[in-house]
């Protein structure tokens, strides 16, 4: 039997939503609710067709950040459990980026610190994306 | 040496994810900065963020070691 994985991870590998929360639910029976967030590569970007995106990150530095960001998480919402996976390389279209899982007594913090979680991580940690699209490469550059 | 790591939209521009520097006693990342931005201007011209040894730094007077890995990164766009 395989082993659960970790909680926090990068990875290229695609995930299983089912498995992720699995793992989530066997560190406590005392969780009520568990809110996640599946972040998917759509087929356009500011009217141009988009048929996969490309990520990069810098391994150490974001997997740290990510790790801390959980365990604020944790903290300032008190949840029993979390977990965050995104994948770098290349993802097609259609296909999944990153999922977010927050585990909870209460559905109230569950999806507190799911938001929170995604849009704390799109602040913090170092990932950049590219798009492909049938006229060329371009990198997601938000303005400075 | 100093390796300096650039990454994603930084990186293509620069043409280059890595480079190495010579540290010199008294080297700041602002020092740092601006010798790399005088060479790839363009490259430099997007990059927000800067990271010694893998954390983030905001003072940009902070001196440098020898053989410390600095990041010089753009805006993040994961998620």
Redesign the interface.
Known sequence: MDGIKDAVRIQQEDFSQDEEIRALKSSSQRMGGIATFL?CARDFSEDRAVTRLG????G???L?EMNRLRDEAMTRFGLLDARIV?RIGTIEAGGQ??FIAAGAEHRGPAFDACRWM?DE??????????EVSPQGDA?????? | MISVLLFGPVAERAGTATLQFGHRSGLTLQQLRDELAASHPQAFEIVCFTAVNGEQIRDQQSPLADGDEVAFMAKFSGG
């Open positions: 972040g990520f990069e990150a810098y150490s530095m974001a740290a995104h980026i990153v995604i991580l799109k602040q913090r940690v170092p990932i950049w994306k590219k990198w997601v550059t938000p303005h400075p």
